[in-house]
């Protein structure tokens, strides 16, 4: 955690390209990229530090020596999940409930695109996370209060544990009802399990999400379990390269709540990274926001097969309570970022006389065609291609040599033809169509939310979005769009700009009685403070553990609330401080305001009582971190100039277009569109009747000229 040293760094691993930033003492920001390698991700980032070692004349263990601070994002959870990789599981639970999978509580429809949600007929639940063969059933009894109602049966656990064994469980998982309220029985079969198979890795749920809720508890804690042996193996490996390049702090890794942790705190919380690259991003986006008063973001991440959105709203992300990975979902709070498929890759097809694009991706391998890597079906990056917005020469700074003629051969054969029109057509189609797809993903988030995207500043990040955000934005009608200098690889700037995090939950019900105004005589004020002390400390400590300041540790507060008669509770934030009565009154309130927000003026059943059910405390230190250099302030002459003048083809017709060069770009420079910013890991557009300037940081800010 110390802030001596020359380079602070991070790392997003992602599925095709590993992004690394590097800043230096002077605030510089380094940007490196290089081609993942799912089989040792850890080879992907030592490429990329490689690279930042050649570029300033250093060896890279001599590199690696100086760097004091270090950490990373990784998708080898959510790979292990989506790709079904993951350990085998063997379950205990409590005899009489070992169908709590089967039963689910989720609807047919979790995880699905609005496609696949249309087809009723093969409409269908989500797969069962274990087989039966896999589940073991214990004699034990814990009632609502905690009090032991049938003592645990060593020898019946014991007899399961060793089944399990004989079945080939690989990790353990451990979920009895109401374990939350008095995990004896769970700390006891952790143990025997220890004693039966030595080594083996096992997940208790009580300490893994200890809250109410049997199905999602047990549910979290299997996927836990099952991704434990997976993670750690790539975290020890991660560790092991690291550490014989030279480096000397700590690693941490990113969370799926926008937070960093020690190696050893993501060991046992292995579930809590699925969402690890893509929050990197509206992190980022928050941190270089954080200067406007009362900032709310949209975020937009476009790369080669998907596209994210994410909110920040007054300053903090918007938060869920669950995180959704395919039609798996955790009862782990995470940033809440909606995804679909729309990217660089996406592939463009002709169905019944319509034109479609996506979610089907080619990929890195082959890739689309213009790649020449023997990909033949037409891509968006084809049509960007086509259409003049891409430079053949100059892609990935002139790296990999695109073909424009194979894309026109792709999208004739396969869009302008069957359509009947001109390839140019075609392609401008494509790009038609995918930005409205990702333009309806913003309004989903926000217009569907309740919220004006005019009252948004839309960031656009990612190897594709600075080239598309002119075109949905627009389409939004924000009032600006950012470019930030870290485009490219803004998800590992914002693991950069993160700060380690801990956050504990409690699971202590209380009620107000149906027709009672008077919230706090049963909702006690002392009942909230004694379960947020409860939480504060156990966070502090885990924080102290892992080399952080517990000086500098704030805390934010919220609880998990429903109204009596119902089963879908909304987090409500709390202040951070000794509770008193009033507190309690403007808790419901608060509650009262958001439901009716989400669900419709009127819509509160405020007579029937409230419900506290969780508790939950996010705990965060910050981390020491280099000030951002500002962007030189003039350039040669003090004018902008254009390197040159390309055909583009948008509208209908081809436009000339004036071309720039990210490297001249300096502070206070203006671009009017049509326009064209080239830099060496993405391209950026500014639109027809839009101006570009560029800020104190050299980040590019689109607005409309009209």
């Not at 599981?89 to 609807?107: A, C, E, K, P």
């Not at 395919?326 to 996406?346: N, Q």
């Not at 909702?523 to 500098?552: H, M, N, Y």
């Not at 998990?560 to 709390?574: A, D, K, T």
Request: one cysteine or more.
């Amino acid at each position: 955690m110390s802030a001596s040293g020359s380079f602070h760094v991070a790392s997003d691993i992602g599925g095709t390209f590993t992004d690394t930033v590097v800043i230096d003492e002077s605030g510089t920001v380094g940007r490196f990229k290089a081609p993942t390698v799912p089989s040792n991700p850890v080879e992907g980032v030592v490429a990329t530090l490689r690279a930042a070692a050649e570029g300033r004349q250093l060896s890279l263990e001599a590199f690696v020596a100086q760097i004091a601070f270090f950490a990373h994002g990784t998708t080898v959870a959510t790979n292990a999940m989506i790709e079904n990789e993951r350990a085998r599981v063997g379950l205990l639970q409590t005899r009489g409930f070992g169908d709590t999978l089967s039963i689910m509580r989720g609807f047919k429809s979790l995880g699905l695109r609005e496609d696949e949600i249309k087809r009723f007929r093969t409409l269908t639940k989500q797969e069962v996370l274990l087989p039966k063969w896999l589940i073991e059933e214990v004699t034990e009894r814990v009632d609502y209060a905690g009090r032991v109602v049938v003592a645990l049966d060593e020898e019946d656990t014991r007899a399961a544990v060793r089944r399990l064994a004989a079945a080939g469980a690989e990790a353990f998982a451990v979920s009895f009802l109401w374990s939350f309220k008095n995990d004896a029985h769970e700390k006891r079969v952790g143990e025997i399990i220890d004693e039966e198979v030595p080594g083996a890795l096992v997940t208790l749920s009580s300490e893994l999400l200890p809250r109410i809720g049997e199905y999602q508890r047990t549910a979290t804690t299997v996927v836990n379990a099952s991704l434990r042996p997976v993670l750690e193996a790539s975290l020890a490996q991660f560790d092991r390269t690291l550490r014989d390049l030279g480096l000397r702090t700590e690693p941490l890794l990113m969370q799926s709540n926008g937070g960093l942790a020690t190696f050893e705190e993501i060991g046992r919380r292995a579930a809590a990274t699925v969402m690890s690259g893509p929050v990197g991003g509206v992190i980022a986006s928050q941190y270089l926001a954080s200067g406007e008063e009362d900032a709310n973001v949209v975020t937009t991440d476009m790369g080669g097969t998907s596209f994210d959105v994410g909110l920040v709203l007054h300053g903090r992300p918007v938060m869920s309570n669950t995180t959704l990975v395919g039609r798996d979902e955790l009862a782990l709070s995470s940033v809440a970022v909606r995804t679909v498929g729309a990217g660089s890759g996406s592939i463009a097809q002709v169905r019944d006389g319509l034109l479609t694009v996506g979610p089907a991706s080619a990929g890195a391998v082959p890739g689309p065609a213009c790649y020449g890597r023997g990909g033949t079906l037409p891509t968006v990056a084809d049509a960007d291609l086509v259409l003049g917005y891409l430079n053949p020469d100059h892609f990935l700074g002139g790296r990999l040599k695109l073909h424009t003629e194979l894309a026109r051969e792709a999208i004739r054969v396969h869009v302008a033809e069957p359509l009947g029109l001109s390839v140019e057509a075609a392609a401008e189609g494509i790009k038609t169509v995918i930005d409205a797809r990702m333009a309806d993903l913003i309004r989903q988030m926000t217009v569907e939310q309740g919220y004006d995207p005019n009252d948004f500043v839309l960031y656009a990040y990612g190897g594709a979005g600075p080239m598309h955000a002119f075109s949905y934005g627009a389409d939004l009608r924000t009032r600006k769009i950012v470019v930030p200098l870290t485009a490219s690889v803004h998800s590992a700037f914002g693991i950069a700009s993160s700060d380690m995090t801990i956050v504990e939950e409690l699971s202590r019900p209380v009620q107000s009685p149906p027709g009672s105004t008077d919230y706090s005589a049963s909702i006690r004020p002392e009942l909230l403070g004694e379960a947020f002390g409860i939480l504060s400390e156990r966070a502090v400590t885990k924080l102290a553990d892992a080399g952080a300041d517990v000086g500098l540790v704030t805390e934010a507060r919220s609880v998990e609330m429903r109204f009596r008669s119902q089963i879908h509770v909304l987090n409500v934030p709390m202040p951070s401080r000794d509770v008193e009565a009033d507190d309690v009154d403007a808790l419901v309130e608060r509650f009262i305001d958001q439901y009716e927000a989400r669900f419709g003026k009127g819509s509160a059943l405020a007579e029937t009582g409230v419900e506290i059910t969780s508790f939950r405390l996010v705990a965060t230190s910050p981390v020491p971190r280099h000030a951002l250099r500002p962007a030189r302030e003039t350039g040669s002459g003090g004018r902008l100039e254009p390197k040159g003048r390309r055909e583009i083809f948008c509208g209908g017709s081809w436009s000339k277009a004036e071309i720039y060069l990210a490297d001249e770009l300096f502070a206070g420079a203006s671009i009017a569109g049509l326009a064209v910013v080239e830099a060496s890991d993405t391209t950026i557009v500014v639109g027809q009747n839009q101006r570009a300037t560029v800020d104190a940081l050299g980040s590019l800010v689109i607005e409309s000229d009209v």
